[in-house]
C-alpha cells in the first residue's frame, strides 16, 4: 500500500504533502529533522492520511492536493 498524507507543524501555520509506503517510518523521519523542507518547524502531526494500491496513484493525488493547496478544496481535506 501506499499513502497521501499532510502534516500539520505543531509550532508554525505550515503544512508539508507527500506520499510514501510507510507514513509512520516517514512522519519519524520528519520529526528526527532527516528531511531538510520540514526540520525548521518540526515537530508534525499527520492531518490527513489516504490509502492506494499503487505508488503512480498516489503520486497522482499528491500532485492533486498540491495543486489547489490554501484553497477551500485544502481546507476541506485538513478539516476532517
Not at 13 to 25: C, N, P, Q
Not at 61 to 79: H, P, T, W
Amino acid at each position: 500500500m501506499y499513502y497521501v498524507y499532510i502534516l500539520k507543524s505543531e509550532i508554525r501555520e505550515r503544512y508539508y504533502i507527500g506520499h510514501t509506503a510507510d507514513y509512520e517510518i516517514r512522519l519519524k523521519d520528519h520529526n528526527r529533522g532527516k528531511v531538510r523542507s520540514t526540520k525548521p518547524y518540526v515537530p508534525w502531526k499527520i492531518v490527513y492520511l489516504e490509502e492506494f494500491n499503487s505508488k503512480s496513484e498516489a503520486f497522482k493525488r499528491e500532485m492533486q492536493i498540491k495543486s489547489y493547496k490554501s484553497g477551500e478544496a485544502f481546507r476541506r481535506l485538513i478539516e476532517k
